[in-house]
């Protein structure tokens, strides 16, 4: 019996899905998450942004303008002026590089300590996992925030000071993340058959179970640089974060308080920096979850 086109046609796709990689797979699922691939483009040039932002700005970031001093939105200046007559949208340009660094830093250094301690928690357990977890357990009872700001009144302000901050209290949700995976990787039938032909545990652990952890690690890397961005800017908010006249959105925030009645755009546009940016990185997170987790099902 002959097959019909519509047969054919069905066979084809099912062909292709079997030969598939697991890359093209992922883009696949990944580019049907509308938000999650929209809030991908805008993230792409708000690192373009940072990359070229310095050399793009119309005006000097720092050199004060008395005669435009809070002046609103306008041709000349499309997000107003602050206080001391300096041109908004520059510096909010400017800031996009210092916010990306402060977030991908703190956050990248959260990973890594946070996996090397997940991945020795969940595969050599016993007491190597009690000590770990305990610690984590008790850097978790503190709120994120109050624990950065703990930290920083030891170290002292400084955005150098917060990305070690941020990087601190990421490392124990890290851990606890990594060490779920671990466990879960760790009772497969080849890491059983890879330790009973002998392999290293180091060996098993990095390039057997740690590709397993890979696909949580990066949908919570990627949520999180949105939360240590807002934490780092909700620092230099209450000053002990960048100090002035860095163009760090957190500290223009600070700047423009106390001209909320009389010029409201010296805090709109930064905070408006803020959200997006938050928002988009926390979109991108779920998308990544959805298109990487493959219990979900089309």
């Not at 792409?44 to 939105?73: H, K, Q």
């Given at each position: ?124 357990g016993g007491w ?49 993340i990594v060490r ?119």
């Amino acid at each position: 019996m002959t097959q019909t086109k519509k047969e054919q046609y069905e066979a084809l796709l099912l062909e292709e899905e079997t030969v598939r990689s697991p890359l093209s797979e992922f883009w696949r699922k990944f580019k049907k998450q509308k938000l999650a691939f929209v809030s991908f483009i805008i993230i792409l040039f708000i690192f373009v942004l940072a990359f070229i932002g310095p050399y793009i700005t119309p005006y000097d970031i720092t050199e004060p303008d008395y005669e435009n001093v809070l002046s609103g939105p306008s041709a000349k200046h499309w997000a107003g002026t602050d206080a001391y007559g300096r041109d908004i949208f520059s510096r909010i340009i400017a800031g996009t590089q210092i916010s990306l660094f402060v977030g991908l830093t703190s956050v990248f250094l959260g990973a890594v300590g946070g996996t090397v301690l997940g991945l020795a928690a969940g595969y050599y357990g016993g007491w190597v996992d009690r000590i770990i977890m305990r610690i984590c357990d008790v850097l978790l009872a503190f709120p994120g925030i109050l624990l950065a700001i703990g930290i920083i009144a030891i170290l002292g302000p400084g955005l150098g000071n917060v990305i070690i901050a941020v990087a601190i209290f990421s490392i124990p949700v890290f851990a606890r993340i990594v060490r779920s995976s671990t466990l879960e990787v760790k009772s497969t039938l080849y890491v059983e058959a890879t330790r009973s032909i002998g392999a290293r545990p180091s060996r098993i652990i990095w390039k057997h179970i740690f590709p397993g952890t890979l696909s949580s690690i990066i949908v919570y890397f990627t949520m999180r640089i949105g939360s240590a961005i807002l934490t780092a800017a909700s620092l230099s908010f209450i000053g002990l974060g960048a100090q002035p006249p860095s163009p760090e959105w957190g500290a223009m925030l600070s700047g423009g308080r106390d001209y909320l009645s009389m010029a409201p755009h010296v805090t709109l546009f930064p905070g408006l920096a803020i959200f997006i940016t938050v928002l988009v990185f926390n979109l991108l997170g779920d998308g990544l979850r959805d298109a990487l987790d493959p219990k979900i099902k089309e």
